[in-house]
Structure formats: structure tokens, C-alpha cells
């Protein structure tokens, strides 16, 4: 059987705004820009865990499977988009940071509405990993009862 059977693609054949998932697990939007301004270069792509561009050993040529926006979500960021109990305290941050990922995907081609479904759950996962970062540089140090004396700076 071979690769197209299977529903995996050359990153290449994808359109632009496409969401794909690689075969290492992970997902990303399709840009139309490319790295170079050149077509012939590797396209423009932005991973939906952390919004930062996606370089990928065999370029345009890296095999894909697009996916439907509706569960993309649990797959990227787990099954909740509700923030747990003291990570609440990384919501500002989280919101922010969301706003800046989401901006830069509207301008890279991703629709609205593609948009509008992922980003609450942009917003909890990074609140999580701010969270989950801090805690454990205070663990590291001896202070995990500090987390909840860091004041939120976006306030």
C-alpha cells in the first residue's frame, strides 16, 4: 500500500491553512509563504503547540496527514480546555501569549474560523506550561510554596 492510500501526503500538496499532522506527531498549519520567498523552498509552517515556525528534515517532501479541526484540539492539548486549579494563576500570561499566536496565524492564511476553535486551547496549554515551568524551577530550589506569591504581571 502505498503512501497516498494511507492519507499521507508530501507537505508540498497541501493548500495553504491546511492543518497536518507529521508522522513524528506533530501538528502544524500550512503557510503560503515560504522560508525563502522562493517556491521552490520549504513552506512557511507554524506549530500549534508552541506557534513557532516548523523546519522539517525533508522539506516540502516530509509526508502529512491533514486533519479536520474538530478534535484537533484533544490531540494537541489533551482533552480539557479548563485551566486546573492553581495553573488559574498563569491565565494572563497564557491569554497574551494566545493573542500573539493567533495574530500571527490569521496573517499566515489560517482562517478565522480555524482560528476561533484552537484558540482556547492554545490558551489553556500554555497556561499549564507556565505553570508547570515555574513550578518546577521552585521545586528546584526548595520553594514550591512560592508559586502562589508570584504576582500576575499582565494584571
Known sequence: M??????????????????FVTREGIYAVK???FYTGDSQSQCECVL???GE????????RTLVREVSVEGLAESVTGPSTELLGERDHFAGFAKLET????NYLYFSSVDKETIAIVRPYINTFLAQRAYDLVQHAL??????????SIPDLTE
Open 139 to 148: 521545586t528546584m530550589l526548595d520553594l514550591p510554596e512560592r508559586i502562589n
Open 99 to 102: 493573542e500573539e499566536i493567533c
Open 48 to 50: 500549534l503547540a508552541s
Open 2 to 19: 502505498n503512501q497516498s492510500e494511507e492519507g499521507w501526503v508530501m507537505l508540498k500538496d497541501l493548500c495553504p491553512g491546511a492543518v
Open 31 to 33: 503557510s503560503e509563504y
Open 53 to 60: 515556525y516548523a523546519h522539517f528534515r525533508d522539506g516540502n
